[in-house]
């Protein structure tokens, strides 16, 4: 299995800016692809970005496309995701998931991480 833990969360006012990171270990070998998702208060689980491990092209929800920024470093099995502009809708718990690589659905992925509070500021 894989183990996946978030950093990164916390308090910020609209506008500002924070990055994410996520630790995978275990059985590495088996990750191809990774993912972030989120989770507002009182909806369900959405789907932010993706990347492949091997390979560059990501992939983005409408609703963070230009101001979000996911990456990967291979060596030290990490994903991170920049976050920009920052609004207040952006609030959630964010988990980072292992999966085929560029899907967009939570039924694809294999391991989810523990999750991370984002809070955004009006």
């Known amino acids: 299995q894989v183990q996946l833990v978030e950093s990164g969360g916390g308090l910020v006012q609209a506008g500002g800016s924070l990055r994410l990171s996520c630790a995978a270990s275990?059985?590495?070998?088996?990750?191809?692809?990774m993912g972030w998702f989120r989770q507002a208060p009182g909806k369900e689980r959405e789907f932010v970005a993706a990347?492949?491990?091997?390979?560059?092209?990501?992939t983005y929800a409408d609703s963070v496309k230009g101001r979000f920024t996911i990456s990967r470093d291979n060596a030290r099995n990490m994903l991170f995701l920049q976050m920009n502009s920052l609004k207040s809708t952006d609030t959630a718990v964010y988990y980072c998931?292992?999966?085929?690589?560029?899907?967009?659905?939570?039924?694809?992925?294999?391991?989810w991480g523990q999750g991370t509070q984002v809070t955004v500021s009006s």
């Open positions: 998931a292992v999966g085929p690589p560029y899907s967009n659905r939570q039924s694809s992925y294999s391991y």
């Open positions: 275990g059985r590495t070998d088996r990750v191809y692809g």
């Open positions: 990347i492949p491990w091997i390979g560059g092209i990501t």
